[in-house]
């Protein structure tokens, strides 16, 4: 089907929708440079020269009316982002004008292209994998720092480098294999049961590395979802104020001031962070605030991390140690505030009511304990590890799905070896595992596949 696709030449708006200084229409396939010969007409006599930029209008040769005035590059084939011949017109950054134009260019012969059918055709065109492919759309979509560098790391080869080491690995086991089934009595090097679980062993390990990493990778990329809960008036808004350093949620002295929950994405050390103020848990009649309270109990359950604030100037209430027997067992974070008022709450109170909190004194009126609380945040979500720049990181599923998949399979052949069963019955889990790897890099994938992957890009990428 691919090459049926291939040979059309397709169009879209690369730009984001909306104004700007320039916006931009690409044009990729065979067919890229005659329609620009159509639509475009350069100032002066001078031809269009590969990699130059050359000014002149779009035009409408029907109608002879100008649409925009523009720069027109043509990247000729191999060395473009798709890998086919490409070219981009620059026109203003107007609605208007990239709509007209594009529809221009698809009156002359181009069609319009699917969410992500340029990355597509550079994956099958063999000019990046599909892990790279993917990481496109993640750099495309980041939104802090730390989620951008890891997808650029992964745009760069870093996760594709790491799955093709450990697949050359497998392939060595696989060829080992393969000599002793058929050649078993040749003069070659014999494969011992215990040689074969030592490398399965290793290979297992390798495999298990990057599986450790998927918790922080997700959380990376889909942020940390963190719920305030605590009773009325301890100082829940203050603390979302704090980490937003602005003043969103009211914040009064009236306990009960927040009855709704209010959800802010925000940015802690380069982690996209969900946070949810909640409603201050307590017994009311108030039917509003009982709606607010379940609210804050959902978001309680729906959270990767609690933090439960306490007004430590005041001793534990009936409330306070209800919420702590409600978080229970679960890891939270509870904030012991209002230091600066004085602290009577004892942290063994709270440990022999929720032993695997962890908890800092603050006061968030003056800020005081913010720092600690986002070091806490850092820690885990990186879980205590040394955060290197260019570490790779697991953040997509359905690289975390093959890689598990491929892990079960080598613990299959693993269990087998153990029993000394045929070669030719391990060979058959060995391969799985090489596959499920190949399916991460695109090497061995189904066309649904593809088109799942595809199909979550932005039109125009
Ligand atoms: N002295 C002192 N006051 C604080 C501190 N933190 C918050 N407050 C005050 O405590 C009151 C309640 O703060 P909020 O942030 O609205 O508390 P809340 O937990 O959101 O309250 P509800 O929305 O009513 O559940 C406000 O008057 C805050 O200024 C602190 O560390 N020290
Ligand atoms: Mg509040």
């Not at 393969?178 to 030592?198: C, Q, S, W």
């Not at 927040?258 to 802690?268: C, K, M, N, S, W």
């Not at 189904?446 to 595809?454: R, S």
């Amino acid at each position: 089907m691919n090459e049926i696709i291939m040979e059309e030449t397709i169009a879209a708006i690369a730009t984001a929708y909306g104004e700007g200084g320039i916006g931009i229409v690409r044009i990729s396939g065979p067919e890229a440079f005659a329609i620009l010969s159509k639509v475009f007409q350069q100032t002066g006599s001078a031809d269009i020269q590969v990699r130059r930029v050359t000014y002149g209008k779009v035009i409408d040769r029907e109608t002879g009316n100008t649409i925009d005035e523009a720069l027109a590059i043509y990247m000729k084939a191999p060395a473009s982002y798709t890998g086919e011949d490409v070219v981009e017109l620059q026109c203003h950054g107007s609605v208007v004008s990239l709509r007209k134009t594009l529809s221009l260019v698809l009156r002359n012969g181009a069609r319009l292209a699917e969410p992500g059918e340029f990355t597509k055709r550079a994956f099958l065109n063999g000019r990046i994998d599909l892990s790279q492919a993917e990481a496109v759309m993640d750099v495309v979509k980041a939104k802090t720092d730390r989620t951008f560098d890891v997808a650029i790391s992964q745009l760069e080869g870093s996760l594709s480098g790491r799955i093709n080491e450990i697949r050359v690995d497998l392939l060595d086991l696989l060829v080992n294999i393969t000599v002793n089934i058929d050649y078993p009595d040749e003069d070659i090097e014999e494969m011992t049961y215990e040689g074969l679980k030592a490398s399965l062993s290793s290979i297992g390990d390798d495999i298990e590395k990057l599986l450790s990493t998927t918790g922080t990778g997700r959380m990376i990329r889909e942020g940390l979802k963190i719920a305030i809960i605590g009773r009325p008036n301890v100082g829940k808004s203050s603390l979302m104020n704090c980490l937003l350093k602005e003043s969103r949620a009211i914040v009064t002295e009236i306990p009960g001031t927040t009855r709704d929950t209010i959800e802010e994405a925000l940015t802690v050390r380069g982690i996209p962070v969900f946070l949810t103020d909640t409603a201050g848990i307590r017994q009311t009649g108030d039917v509003i605030e009982q709606i607010g309270i379940e609210k804050a109990k959902e978001a309680f359950n729906n959270a990767d991390f609690i933090i439960d604030i306490i007004d430590g100037s005041s001793p534990l209430s009936e409330e306070d140690r209800s919420i702590l027997e409600y978080i229970g067992d679960r890891k939270a974070l509870i904030l012991l505030n209002k230091k600066d008022v004085g602290t009577v709450v004892i942290p063994t109170d709270i440990k022999d009511i929720s032993p695997n909190s962890d908890i800092i004194s603050t006061s968030l009126l003056t800020g005081e304990g913010v720092d600690e609380i986002e070091d806490k945040i850092e820690e885990l979500v990186y879980d205590g590890q040394i955060v290197q720049q260019a570490s790779i990181m697991v953040t997509n599923v359905r690289h975390e799905e093959l890689l598990r998949k491929s892990k079960q399979a080598i613990n299959d052949a693993l269990a087998l070896a153990k029993r000394k069963e045929p070669l030719d019955i391990i060979e058959i889990d060995v391969r799985s595992a090489y596959d499920f790897l190949g399916e991460i890099t695109g090497e061995t994938v189904t066309d649904e596949i593809l088109d799942e992957v595809f199909s979550r890009f932005c039109l125009g990428k």
